[in-house]
């Protein structure tokens, strides 16, 4: 009998989220099976995993890669519950588009697959995205879980990471047709940016972005504002959802949308010391303007958002100070 609350698997170890999350499960608990990308020659340094509180006892580490699905099977044997979070992120498209959302699909229907065969997995948490749901095509102020992504809107359009928004909103769709089929407890739960501190030593795609007019890259700013919730906070709802009774299909959990221009006023307010593009200046900023991600399905079943807008910018910004970006 596993000690604690049990064993977890949780796939792309190494990322933003997969590494908050073990941490997470770790200080609740639970024992952790993780998976990451082959290293033959030892380059990389996985001690920001190996040196997590309880790790030692509790945390075993997988080599495992999406493009082989069967490379899973191991780290998910024993396990009562799953949580999918690796994904290829190929945002400039470096790839055919079919390519990359064939290989998410295939590896994501592989890990189910060995979910289903384990015989002991109870349920799926499948990490999906804001993408999925908000690239409607229409301008629209608010969406939620019945909303999906238009493909075809996404595929003839190719607005910024539209290949990234494909894939996420097939594999979804499958992953969930998937569970019906089979009789699989799956459940997905939608992020939007994922902003706040982080473990792992490369600095998140969505910790930068969110963070453009603190790092002087307003060149590169893609969107109006921006859906954002606190990494800590989409740890902690993956797990509310594996721990639920009976949770059922898709989750938002984005407890805040914000302008650009928000985001200026917040942080040259409590930042004097950073160039802050004014209000004035980010006037002609141009670029989708997002939908906010309702979440009150999340809230309704019992989830509580723990931290405010300007935490999320404190805590991205002090540990981006602690690892040497600012």
């Known amino acids: 009998m596993e000690e604690g609350k049990g064993r977890v698997c949780v796939t792309g170890g190494t990322g933003f989220l ?20 082959s290293d033959p020659k030892k380059k ?26 069967e490379s899973f099977t191991e780290a998910i044997e024993g396990c009562f519950g799953v949580f999918h979070t690796a994904t290829p992120i ?38 999906s995205s804001g993408a999925a749901v908000s690239r409607t095509g229409k301008e629209e102020e ?11 809107y996404l595929r003839n359009l190719r607005p910024y990471g539209w290949s990234y928004g494909v894939a996420k909103t097939l594999t979804e769709k499958a992953v969930l047709e998937f569970g019906e089929e089979n009789g699989l407890d799956v459940v997905t739960l939608i992020p939007p940016f994922v902003v706040g501190s982080f473990i792992c030593p490369k600095l998140p795609d969505s910790v930068e972005k969110a963070l453009v007019l603190v790092l002087g890259k307003k060149d590169q700013i893609g969107v109006t504002r921006m859906h954002m919730a606190h990494v800590d906070d989409v740890a902690r709802a993956h797990i509310f959802l594996l721990e639920h009774p009976n949770p059922k299909g898709r989750y938002n959990c984005s407890p805040f949308i914000v302008s650009i221009q928000q985001i200026s006023q917040l942080l040259s307010a409590k930042y004097p010391q950073f ?23 999340l809230i309704d079943a019992g989830f509580v958002f723990k931290y405010s807008l300007e935490e999320m ?8 100070k602690e690892k040497g970006y600012l």
């Open 90 to 127: 190929d945002l400039l498209v470096t790839e055919p588009e079919e390519l990359v959302t064939k290989r998410t699909i295939d590896g994501t229907l592989g890990i189910l697959k060995a979910c289903l065969n384990s015989k002991t997995v109870k349920r799926v948490i499948y990490t």
């Open 44 to 69: 990389r340094d996985i001690s920001f995993l190996t040196n997590l509180p309880g790790a030692s006892q509790k945390l075993k580490i997988f080599n495992a890669d999406l493009s082989n699905p």
């Open 313 to 320: 910018f404190e805590d991205a910004i002090e540990c981006c």
């Open 142 to 152: 608010a969406v939620d879980e019945s909303s999906w992504s238009n493909v075809d």
């Open 18 to 37: 997969g590494s908050w999350l073990i941490k997470t499960l770790l200080q609740d608990g639970y024992s952790v099976n993780t998976t990451i990308r």
């Open 275 to 297: 160039q802050i593009p004014t209000v004035d200046e980010l006037k002609d900023i141009k670029g989708p303007k997002q939908p906010e991600l309702i979440s009150k399905k």
